[in-house]
């Protein structure tokens, strides 16, 4: 299995745990920290969207935070794509991997 594929996996599991929550589940404290789920699924998003504008010698940029926390899942979906294309060093997939198992764990 490749490092792409771990990272697909995770994100993946991620997403399908996720996809259906309504509001109240995302706004419940996540089970380490200050932070609502929705916040640490915002922060992982936030953090593939740098590691691919650091792989692509891109200025990194803040993204969005839509108002309907509904929307993270897809937005996740979408970063995780960018920093596959982007062709990352393997270490880099592995981190990225790493902080999405992370996250699950958190939610």
Request: proline residues 7%; aromatic residues 2%.
């Amino acid at each position: 299995m490749t490092d792409q594929d771990d990272l697909g996996r995770v994100v993946d599991l991620l997403t399908r745990q996720v996809s259906h929550w309504q509001p109240p589940r995302w706004s419940a404290p996540a089970a380490v920290g200050d932070e609502t789920r929705g916040d640490a699924v915002y922060r992982l998003v936030q953090r593939l969207a740098d590691l691919a504008a650091d792989v692509e010698g891109r200025v990194r940029r803040e993204v969005p935070r839509l108002d309907n926390d509904a929307s993270l899942p897809d937005q996740l979906r979408v970063v995780a794509a960018d920093l596959v294309a982007a062709d990352p060093a393997p270490e880099v997939l592995a981190a990225a991997a790493g902080d999405v198992a992370a996250v699950r764990a958190l939610l």
